[in-house]
């Protein structure tokens, strides 16, 4: 295997040149054929291919992921991205025929045609670092954007492995890489966009918006969780206690869609924890730490945030707590908390950490769910049909998976995205070439209607207003 290249900080300096040649290239109109994005895409698929172990390699640096999560949650994920955008791109970016048209002016031609925005900023998180920055990429790629992608600093290996693919496969004019944090960030946001595509932080997704804001560039922010899971007295405690479980083991739950907290019908606390440490130990038998299927925390920054979070509860430790500052190893931790003020309900953990709150009844989750966060990013209830669909009704989220934990952010061509505070704008299969592009409304006036047109000229004669 080649050697994983060094992460390097691009020179402030430079940055404003780069994003004036990569506006040039799109005012060029070179991205414009759909032969030139599809040679594009098929570049980026065998670019990823081809690196398919230094992507390996640099995720487990970062996150520790196992080669099988990160072969299915980044490298194949976009992988399968590029196949279905290339499959369908003819399709999408037809002209599309316009709905509800009055007879006499479809004599004019309305038709929608899928113009490309311009010139697009992505800007990556840690946790997927692969999937959450080359996702929207395929997706500007597709549309007939120009774009430049800053990913996170976050996940320094797999942001250097990102940009040496993209800057030995595409189009170096049209496609290329920033890498940086705040000062570069910062340097990129003082350019001129046509479209800033954001995952990340609340807070930081603020300070984007309130940029974008000054040029009127419309963004798109996938934002923090903070999700509510509900189980009901009538859920089966051992599928619901797995089902959570994976999602907060999975990359060591730093999900932005996992479950931020659980709360568990009061008659049915007992039997999901017991069902929760009997799935920690079919998990990982052997214990978390010493699996290779379990990830560790980006960084000391972050998992001193856990700890801290831990450590700042009221609750009780139920399940696993053990923690290896030098490791960066949280066990998944369940926490049984008293109140919806404790720091693990209120805050955003994005870790392996499970806090549960008992509840009387549905009424009061579904009370507390919309109090904690009228708009989080999904929503996990488990029970009766009747029930799941009750907290669909009497909720609202970015999305929901009833009876499991964020299975509907796995389905590659369902849009993803959040709602209110959660987020604005969707992306994945078709959203993610729609979210690049402008759906440009256009009609053709016939020379030989001037006669029909003639009403709208003045003088407005009487006999004209009569007509
Ligand atoms: P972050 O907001 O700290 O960083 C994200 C990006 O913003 C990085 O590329 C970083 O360099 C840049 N950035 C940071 N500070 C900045 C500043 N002051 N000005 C300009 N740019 C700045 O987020 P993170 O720590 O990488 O990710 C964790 C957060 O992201 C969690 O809240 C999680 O829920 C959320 N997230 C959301 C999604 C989603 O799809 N909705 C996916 C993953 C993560």
């Given at each position: 295997m080649a050697a994983l290249p060094p992460f390097e900080h691009t020179p402030i300096e430079g940055i404003a040149d780069t994003v004036k040649t990569i506006r040039t290239s799109f005012l060029s109109h070179k991205t414009r054929p759909l032969e030139f994005r599809l040679v594009q895409l098929r570049k980026l698929y065998w670019g990823l291919k081809d690196n398919e172990a230094l992507v390996m390699e640099a995720c487990k640096r970062d996150l520790g992921k196992s080669s099988f999560e990160t072969y299915l949650t980044e490298l194949s994920w976009c992988m399968n991205d590029i196949v279905f955008m290339s499959n369908n791109l003819a399709r999408f970016a037809k002209d599309e025929a316009p709905e509800d048209i009055a007879f006499t002016n479809k004599l004019f031609g309305p038709r929608i045609v899928k113009d490309p925005l311009g010139t697009a900023l992505i800007i990556g998180a840690y946790n997927f670092p692969i999937q959450l920055s080359l996702g929207p990429f395929i997706g500007a790629i597709a549309a007939g954007c120009t774009a430049v992608l800053k990913p996170s600093e976050g996940s320094p290996y797999a942001a250097a492995v990102m940009q040496k693919i993209i800057a030995e496969s595409l189009d170096p004019s049209c496609y290329t890489c920033v890498q940086g944090a705040v000062p570069e960030t910062s340097a990129l946001l003082d350019q001129k966009w046509d479209k800033i595509f954001y995952t990340g932080s609340v807070g930081v997704g603020t300070i984007i918006a309130k940029k974008a804001a000054e040029t009127l560039t419309p963004v798109v922010l996938e934002l923090g969780g903070r999700n509510p899971a509900i189980i009901t007295k009538n859920a089966d405690p051992r599928l619901a206690a797995r089902r959570l479980l994976w999602a907060k083991t999975l990359n060591a739950g730093q999900v932005?869609?996992?479950?931020n907290f659980t709360m568990v019908d009061k008659e049915m606390l007992q039997p999901f924890i017991k069902e929760m440490k009997n799935a920690l130990q079919e998990f990982y038998p052997q214990g978390a730490r010493k699996s290779p299927d379990y990830g560790r925390i980006v960084n000391l920054r972050q998992f001193q945030r856990l700890k801290k979070m831990v450590d700042d509860s009221?609750?009780?430790?139920?399940?696993g707590g053990t923690m290896d500052e030098a490791d960066l190893f949280i066990e998944p931790t369940v926490v049984l908390v008293e109140?919806?003020?404790d720091s693990m309900i209120r805050d955003?953990?994005?870790?392996?950490l499970l806090p549960i709150l008992a509840v009387e009844n549905l009424d009061e989750a579904i009370k507390i769910a919309n109090e904690v966060?009228?708009?989080?990013l999904g929503l996990y209830p488990f029970g009766t049909k009747a029930e799941m669909e009750k907290v669909l009704a009497q909720t609202r989220s970015g999305g929901a998976s009833l009876n499991d934990?964020?299975?509907?952010?796995?389905?590659?061509t369902l849009p993803f995205g959040g709602v209110g505070s959660s987020g604005s704008g969707a992306y994945r299969g078709k959203a993610s070439f729609e979210v690049f592009t402008h759906r440009r409304s256009v009609t053709k006036t016939p020379a030989w209607i001037e006669g029909m047109l003639d009403?709208?000229?003045?003088?407005?004669t009487l006999k004209k207003q009569k007509k």
């Open positions: 932005c869609v996992s479950q009221n609750g009780k430790i139920v399940v109140s919806t003020d955003e953990s994005f870790g392996p966060h009228d708009t989080p934990g964020y299975f509907h952010a796995s389905i590659p009403v709208r000229y003045p003088p407005y």
